[in-house]
């Protein structure tokens, strides 16, 4: 099959032929139909976050099963998915205490005598984040992946592997925001439009776009936010307080920088949550003022929206299904696997929401 490989940090990913194996007892072989373009795999590509290499990247998919192995009994061929990073393994303490997003995922690999599931020519290549989904196909755990309604469209489920899921359970799991609460999300990228659609749904009062880019603003008016800030025009903090008479109830960082973390802490109010969405580099040290504790401010991280995903994911493809959550603006252009880095370049130069991969 056809496989964009990551060989070295800061290169563009290479197409190449990589070998697939077949499912084992627990595993699912799926035909990818779509395949959405995240920051994520530009924090590895650029060597932020390591992996080890070669590996297929990508994390974001929906697709069709093709295959199922023994034990499976969940999924049969022909069922159209939703995969996850979310891998869980169902026995572990986080897994039985309701926390699956933070499974330790012992049990869901193959082993170190096991054939690996990718390869070329005999030697290892690596699987990203248990999914490798800028691929032609996919093997995964059963714990993976979510089945889904046939009439979802796979191109915007796609969307809801990663960013959509990561944004709407920040606010709906991680935060629990109540109805008529302000909100500013900081990032209009795919995972802070998610963010933004879901503090709507949810009810809040006000929710406040900042991004740099007007058109990024001008999406997420159009998705549920009441203001949009640009933040090259001014301090954000600031015009945040201005707008709000003294700071939000709750901040979403949705970019992953030291800058715009501090911001996300500084623009609450009193007894307000900030939430950090965003992948921050490791080593990346944050300062927020010690005084403000005493303000019973709060600041918390949010791994993949703390989701559930085989309960979150089926909801949130009703949600498209019934009008409530719009992803087809979120889709800013449909492209070819050769047309990957591309993508990386467009994403990190703000000009899109996400791109998709098709494969059909």
């Known amino acids: 099959m056809k496989a964009a490989v990551l060989r070295e940090?800061?290169?563009?990913?290479?197409?190449?032929?990589?070998?697939?194996s077949k499912p084992g007892p627990h595993e699912v072989l799926m035909r990818t139909v779509a395949a959405g373009v995240c920051h994520s795999d530009v924090h590895f590509q650029q060597g932020s976050y390591m992996y080890p290499m070669p590996a297929v990247l990508g994390h974001e998919a929906a697709g069709v099963v093709e295959e199922v192995g023994s034990e499976v009994s969940y999924v049969q061929p022909g069922d159209h998915v939703i995969s996850c990073l979310s891998v869980f393994c169902g026995?572990?303490?986080?897994?039985?205490?309701?926390?699956?997003?933070?499974?330790a995922k012992v049990?869901?690999?193959?082993?170190?005598?096991?054939?690996?599931?990718?390869?070329?020519d005999g030697d290892v290549v690596h699987q990203f984040l248990d999914l490798s989904a800028y691929a032609e196909q996919?093997?995964?755990?059963?714990?993976?992946i979510v089945k889904i309604r046939d009439d979802m469209p796979l191109d915007?489920?796609?969307l809801i592997g990663c960013g959509v899921t990561t944004g709407l359970g920040a606010v709906f799991n991680t935060a629990a925001i109540e109805p008529g609460t302000t909100v500013a999300v900081i990032g209009?990228?795919?995972?802070?439009?998610?963010?933004i659609q879901g503090a709507a749904i949810a009810g809040a009062g006000r929710v406040i776009a900042i991004d740099m880019n007007e058109q990024k603003l001008e999406l997420a008016r159009s998705l549920g936010a009441t203001d949009g800030i640009n933040a090259s025009e001014g301090n954000p903090v600031e015009q945040v307080q201005q707008l709000t008479e003294g700071g939000v109830d709750y901040s979403f960082e949705a970019i992953g920088?030291?800058?715009?973390?501090?911001q996300a802490w500084q623009m609450l109010k009193n007894g307000g949550t900030a939430t950090v969405i965003g992948m921050i580099p490791i080593g990346t040290m944050i300062e927020l003022h010690g005084v403000d504790f005493l303000f019973e401010k709060k600041i918390q991280g949010s791994n993949m929206g703390s989701n559930r995903f085989r309960v979150d994911m089926p909801r949130y493809v009703d949600f498209y299904l019934n009008g409530k959550l719009n992803l087809d603006d979120?889709?800013?252009?449909?492209?070819?696997?050769?047309?990957?880095?591309?993508?990386?370049?467009?994403?990190q130069r703000g000009e899109v929401a996400r791109s998709v991969i098709m494969f059909d």
Request: aromatic share 2%; charged share 25%; with cysteine.
């Open 9 to 20: 940090v800061k290169k563009p990913l290479t197409i190449e032929d990589v070998q697939i």
């Open 138 to 144: 996919m093997l995964v755990h059963e714990h993976a």
């Open 156 to 158: 915007r489920a796609c």
């Open 330 to 347: 979120m889709v800013s252009q449909r492209i070819k696997l050769a047309d990957v880095n591309d993508a990386f370049e467009a994403m």
């Open 107 to 120: 049990t869901t690999r193959r082993g170190p005598t096991d054939p690996p599931r990718l390869s070329q």
């Open 257 to 262: 920088l030291k800058q715009t973390t501090e």
């Open 188 to 195: 209009a990228g795919g995972v802070g439009l998610a963010a």
């Open 91 to 103: 026995e572990c303490a986080y897994c039985v205490s309701g926390r699956p997003a933070l499974c």
